[in-house]
């Protein structure tokens, strides 16, 4: 059973960068059987996809939010990472890592971590 | 980019009953790509449905997707108490807006 744990730290001061990684256990990271994603959802809003990498390296952002997001992957480690830079108030959100079904691309994250707040203040 | 409209934002029905949750899409989409999470606050989405209409291990058969082409939808046959929270669908990089099944 694939488990995911997000870590990284819970306060990021405006404009600086906001680092968050998720360990992933059960699994290896490099197997190419998942799209690994990150996904967040501001304090009683809904949920927004931030983007996905898959074990090649090869990723897929939000649009929206592509010119500020960075994910690689450390299989040394097992982990793969989320950086997203210039943050402000409206980056204030739990962080979720996911992992979605390698032949659903990234529409199909069947393996959820807790979620970690980041607040930007 | 893809919008997806999920119908009604709120839904009021009692225990036993049937809901019937809907997600629009604004243009065509695959349905090996259309996917049903359910939400319980303090926690993180849990998948039920993929490809538009397959449960998910564990996931119990009052719950049932389908759809095709622009509309989808997510049917809970008889609301039981643990039902009574939030659902989103999801196309690739897309969540719709949520549906909030709520005690009448």
């Known amino acids: 059973q694939l488990q995911l744990q997000e870590s990284g730290p819970g306060l990021v001061k405006p404009s600086e960068t906001l680092s968050l990684t998720c360990t992933v256990s059960?699994?290896?990271?490099?197997?190419?059987?998942?799209?690994w994603g990150w996904i967040r959802q501001p304090p009683g809003k809904g949920l927004e996809w931030i983007g996905s990498?898959?074990?090649?390296?090869?990723?897929h952002y939000n649009p929206s939010l592509k010119s500020r997001v960075n994910i690689s992957v450390d299989p040394s480690k097992n982990q793969y990472s989320l950086n997203l830079s210039s943050v402000t108030a409206a980056d204030s959100a739990v962080y979720y890592c996911?992992?979605?079904?390698?032949?659903?691309?990234?529409?199909?994250?069947?393996?959820w971590g807790q979620g970690t707040l980041a607040t930007v203040s | 980019d893809i919008v997806l409209t999920q119908s009604p934002v709120t839904l009021s029905l009692s225990p036993g009953e049937r809901a019937t949750l809907s997600c629009r899409a604004s243009?065509?989409?695959?349905?090996?790509?259309l996917t049903w999470y359910q939400q319980k606050p303090g926690q993180a989405p849990r998948l039920l449905i993929y490809?538009?209409?397959t449960r998910a291990t564990g996931i119990p058969d009052r719950f049932s997707g389908s759809g095709s082409g622009t509309d989808f939808t997510l049917t809970i046959s008889r609301l039981e108490p643990e039902d009574f929270v939030v659902y989103y669908c999801?196309?690739?990089?897309?969540f719709g807006g949520g549906t909030k099944v709520e005690i009448k």
């Open positions: 999801q196309q690739s990089g897309t």
């Open positions: 243009q065509t989409v695959s349905t090996n790509y």
């Open positions: 490809a538009a209409s």
């Open positions: 059960g699994g290896s990271i490099i197997s190419g059987s998942y799209y």
């Open positions: 990498i898959l074990y090649s390296g090869s990723t």
């Open positions: 996911a992992a979605s079904g390698f032949n659903y691309g990234i529409s199909a994250y069947f393996y």
